[in-house]
């Protein structure tokens, strides 16, 4: 049960520190999800994973051109460099792993994410904070396991395919999630703010869920999907 001790703790807790409370058991839940729990299992295909890369491409490719539009902004400048993006490698990957042998198909919550994006980009680009926290943190720790399972999975011989995970090397990759880190204490923002920040986090998460949900490969094929736009 959550005392007012621990409130006005959290209340002046930093914003990473707020950011990973408010997130840790959805972490859980999305880890075991799905298409995800199937990939840490070891268990995934070419045609799923390329099926996963191709609808995190799409988030990647609307999520940042708005970070890039929005650099200037006093939250989004503490946290957006050019080295986090991932859009390029997401494209290089799906290219070495031959994506033309799966479909244009978006799965629905992809498509419902891009849409939020851009509702963000449009109305509140403060919150594309949370977003990037979500996937830049998320691909700078977790995405180091999942790059060695990925690998094995699909016996790639080498790091074409993979490219997603390379932020240079292990120290590279730790020195950058620091630099985020300290971002992210920098953001001056009120305790309102934080808040809405770690729901927009919360949701991010969820919407994770429902993609990896939607994209388990046991469920393929039951799910309408909306076709990718150009
Ligand atoms: C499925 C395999 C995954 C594994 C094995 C994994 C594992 C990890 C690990 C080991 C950390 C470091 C925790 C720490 O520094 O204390 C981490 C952090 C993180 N992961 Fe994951 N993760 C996975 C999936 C995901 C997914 C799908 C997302 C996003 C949707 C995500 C988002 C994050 C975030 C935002 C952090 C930073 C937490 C923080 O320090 O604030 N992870 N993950």
Redesign the pocket.
């Known amino acids: 049960m959550s005392t007012h001790q621990d409130d006005t703790a959290l209340a002046s807790a930093s914003l ?1 520190d707020r ?2 409370h408010a ?1 840790r058991s959805l ?1 859980t839940e ?2 075991r999800t799905g298409v ?1 729990r199937h ?2 299992a070891g268990h995934i295909d070419r045609a799923a994973y390329t099926a996963l890369l191709r609808n995190l491409a799409a988030i990647y490719a609307t999520m940042e051109p708005l970070l890039a539009a929005h650099r200037d902004h006093r939250w989004l400048r503490c946290i957006v460099d050019d080295a986090l993006f991932r859009s390029a490698a997401l494209a290089a990957d799906l290219q070495a792993l031959d994506a033309s042998a799966v479909t244009d198909a978006l799965a629905p919550s992809a498509q419902r994410y891009r849409l939020h994006l851009q509702h963000l980009g449009a109305h509140a680009p403060g919150l594309l904070v949370a977003h990037a ?3 830049y ?2 691909d700078l ?3 180091q ?2 790059r060695r399972i990925v690998g094995k999975s699909l016996h790639l011989p080498t790091d074409a395919g993979l490219r997603f995970y390379e932020f240079g090397d292990a120290a590279q990759a730790k020195s950058l999630a620091q630099w985020f ?1 300290q971002g992210l204490t920098a953001i001056d923002a009120t305790d309102e703010e934080k808040q809405a920040l770690c729901a927009e ?1 919360q949701f ?2 969820t919407l ?1 869920r429902t993609l ?1 949900e939607e994209l388990d490969p046991g469920r393929q094929g039951t799910l309408p999907v909306t076709t990718m736009p150009s």
Do not use: D, I, N, Q
Request: charged fraction near 15%; glycine fraction near 12%.
């Open positions: 990473p950011l990973r997130t972490h999305v880890e995800m990939l840490l926290y979500v996937r943190l998320g720790s977790g995405g396991v999942v880190r986090a991010a998460f994770h990896f």
